[in-house]
């Protein structure tokens, strides 16, 4: 028979992304709605490890679906990834009385959950990120505010490329995956889009698009790289540069992608995947990543999850070269 699960721990680890705090706040909802107790972990794993904790009610999650970056910060953790540290993670969880904890992040974050439940405890897993590069889920919480970020600031340099005739090249984050880049890319119309999944042939996939929207009239230009392209956005400039001497300016997008107030698709998906982590721990399940498959909410077993693989959406990239005219 399932253990009754009493008292919960919810942390947000890895990068932040926008809706995590929407994701706590129904963790915290919901956990209420089941009768569960709920306790926050701050500062990711390095907090569950040193005790970092703050009590959390219906109150003091009001009110901030609608913020970016996450109420219980968060943090990178080399410790927590020895047996040492995981023995201590451990006991601050028998110290607070939890029977299981909700991990928000990325792949780094459901393998220590995976830690967690061989020593014993209930967990489940929600995938928040700006890449998209969780391979159970079709879509993770902050990729939606993400690229309407990147392409507010994309707007805006092509206001100044115009002006100048310039070539702008902008790096977009996404970590070792391009989805983020290559749907920014499509969104404003990008000359060209460069990401890691596909080998860059300099003539074909850059600088023809370019001649070719030169011969067309066009006096600016809006180059896309993920920032997993080896050299960077740098390097994609240089060669633009010396091939073709238009006057180039480069842009790192940075962490100005992460911020921001959630879109309602991510305070939504945060949401919904919240309340499906309380819900499965409250029925007894553990081991589970809350995923978004299409329409529905599904879940996946942790270890299936990580050993998972996802490839770049190839449709949306033929949709891209066919309109950028690469053939
Ligand atoms: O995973 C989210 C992400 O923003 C990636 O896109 C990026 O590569 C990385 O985190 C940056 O990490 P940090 O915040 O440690 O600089």
Redesign the pocket.
Known sequence: MATEIKTIGVLTS????PGMNAAIRAVVRAALYYGIDCIGIRRGYHGLLNGDFTRLNFESVSDISRRGGTMLYSA?SEEFKTPAGQERAVATCKMLGLDALVGIG?DGTFSGLLCLAKRGLSVVGIPG???N?IACSSYTIGYDTACNTALESIDKLRDTMQSHERCSVVEV????AGH?ALTVGVACGATAVIVPEHPVDYEADLLEPIRRARLAGRTHFMIIVA??VEGGAYSIGKVIEEATALDTRVTVLG?I??GGSPSSRDRITATYMGYEAVRLLAEGKTCRVVALQGENYVDYDITEALQMTKSLDQHTYEVMRALTGVH
């Not at 984050?173 to 070792?176: F, T, V």
């Open positions: 890895g990068g932040d992304a990178r990325g990120t700006i890449d590069d984050m996404g970590h070792r983020l920032e997993g962490h992608q992460r």
